[in-house]
């Protein structure tokens, strides 16, 4: 099964290098290792891609782990020589995925103390290296 789903990942990784850049390209295939990797992991992928109504920010993944609700950032990098993917996430975005967590909270009625941030590096090395970040803003006193 599992080379089925590498296959799988190298066509549509070709059909989208065609209309986008090389690095959204990669990203959306770590999105989807991310994705499978989780699913595995016994969490349920209820959103991808999710989008504040003012389109102002975004979320890679939202799933439930339990009864907690998860907002997971996917970070894609061709090789970790320059560290870990997830160094790249800034101030910036940090402020970006609490505002885009809050709203989507809100809507769907989850309490902000059932509320987790996750990280998922992607490594494209042979094979891919993913490695799962649980509860890196540890934000939920704070905010």
Same mark, same amino acid.
């Given at each position: 099964m599992k080379g089925l789903y590498e296959l799988a990942d190298l066509f549509r990784q070709h059909a989208r &290098? /065609? %209309?986008m850049t090389e690095d959204h390209a990669l990203g959306q295939r770590g999105e989807d290792l991310a994705h499978r990797?989780? &699913?595995r992991a016994g969490m349920i992928v209820v959103d991808r891609n999710y989008r504040m109504a003012s389109g102002a920010g975004e979320v890679d993944l939202v799933a439930w782990d339990?009864?907690?609700?998860v907002f997971v950032e996917v970070k894609s /990098?061709?090789?970790a020589d320059y560290g870990s993917p997830d160094r790249a996430i800034g101030p910036n &975005? %940090?402020?970006s995925l609490i505002r885009t967590a809050r709203e989507y909270a809100r809507h769907a009625e989850v309490p902000w103390? /059932?509320?987790?941030f996750d990280v998922v590096n992607v490594v494209f090395s042979t094979p891919p290296e993913l490695t799962h970040l649980r509860d890196v803003l540890a934000l939920r006193g704070r905010y």
């Open positions: &290098k /065609r %209309h990797f989780l &699913k339990g009864d907690t609700l /990098r061709q090789t &975005k %940090h402020a103390e /059932r509320v987790r």
